[in-house]
């Protein structure tokens, strides 16, 4: 009878093992990162058009002050230095640009604590029949802007949105 050499044939299969389930498991890994990132943008583009929609819905109600919303939004130092303190609503002598400044305040201050930046900018292709402003909400390493010419921005200047980008973008009339 022949004698056979089967030493260590036991353990080189055990490896084997070990090593196509650390192969699993690293894969499966990967997948729950990326479950969790996804869940985590999708939570912030809900918080983000909760808030938009809010603001829109005030600009909808104060149309005459679109230019104040869109100066408080961009951070235009002369319009944000107006006095609203003394402006609580609109029934208490409260013109309807102090208002604007009090809501864009209030919402930027929102956005600053999700560390959110926001902008304000006439919606591309809406010149020429009625005043649609769009508003940009960006986080993450994402500008809020419409631009061809700025790596980082939102959207490019025709409204559509840059690959990679980390934004959303509503509607105000």
């Known amino acids: 009878m022949p004698v056979v050499y089967e030493q260590g044939v036991g353990l080189i299969e055990v490896m084997v093992a070990v090593l196509l389930l650390s192969v699993a498991v690293l894969?499966?890994?990967a997948l729950q990162m990326r479950a969790v990132s996804a869940t985590d943008e999708s939570l912030m583009r809900t918080q983000v058009l909760s808030i938009v929609r809010g603001l829109s819905e005030n600009m909808r109600a104060n149309p005459n002050a679109l230019e104040a919303y869109e100066a408080a939004l961009n951070g235009d130092s002369t319009i944000t230095s107006i006095d609203q303190d003394s402006c609580v609503t609109l029934t208490e002598s409260c013109t309807s640009?102090?208002?604007?400044v009090k809501e864009a305040k209030a919402a930027k201050k929102i956005f600053d604590g999700y560390g959110i930046n926001i902008g304000m900018t006439q919606c591309p292709g809406t010149t020429?029949?009625?005043?649609?402003?769009c508003i940009i909400a960006a986080w993450g390493d994402t500008k809020p802007l419409m631009s061809d010419s700025v790596a980082d921005a939102c959207a490019k200047s025709n409204g559509t949105y840059k690959r990679g980008s980390t934004c959303v973008i509503v509607e105000a009339y």
């Open 27 to 29: 894969g499966f890994s």
């Open 97 to 100: 640009e102090q208002l604007a």
């Open 128 to 133: 020429a029949f009625s005043e649609i402003k």
